[in-house]
């Protein structure tokens, strides 16, 4: 089962444009932050730093993405390091304020990215007929 669950994710991955990625980023960063949070929760110190080290990694994927040929790139690259250093706090304190601090930022560029996308594809749909 878990060997047909990876053999998804990979295609997935593959055949996604590059927008959905971004989105596919945001939404594992989503889910490791709850799962860090979730940890801190249940005293789980292993599993905390475990997640909230992938979030970390995402978000640093992110930032690598950026085009820094425009100027929303260079806010969110501002944002981005200020995710990062709640993700830190959160993991290094134990420190669920931060935590949903980050999931709440985070959750609302997945959302704003969701929608942009949404609209392109009616534009392309628009475009086409």
Do not use: C
């Amino acid at each position: 089962m878990l060997h047909a669950q990876n053999q998804y994710q990979n295609t997935k991955v593959q055949t996604s444009s590059p927008g959905e990625l971004t989105l596919l980023l945001y939404n594992g960063a989503i889910r490791f932050i709850k799962l860090g949070i979730a940890a801190i929760e249940q005293k789980d110190m292993n599993s905390k730093h475990m997640n909230f080290i992938k979030a970390q990694n995402i978000v640093d994927e992110l930032q690598a993405t950026l085009d820094m040929n425009y100027e929303i790139s260079r806010n969110l690259v501002s944002l981005y390091d200020y995710i990062q250093s709640k993700l830190f706090e959160a993991n290094a304190k134990k420190d669920k304020a931060a935590a949903n601090e980050s999931l709440n930022l985070i959750t609302e560029l997945r959302d704003t990215w969701a929608e942009a996308l949404k609209l392109a594809k009616q534009d392309k749909v628009a475009s086409n007929t």
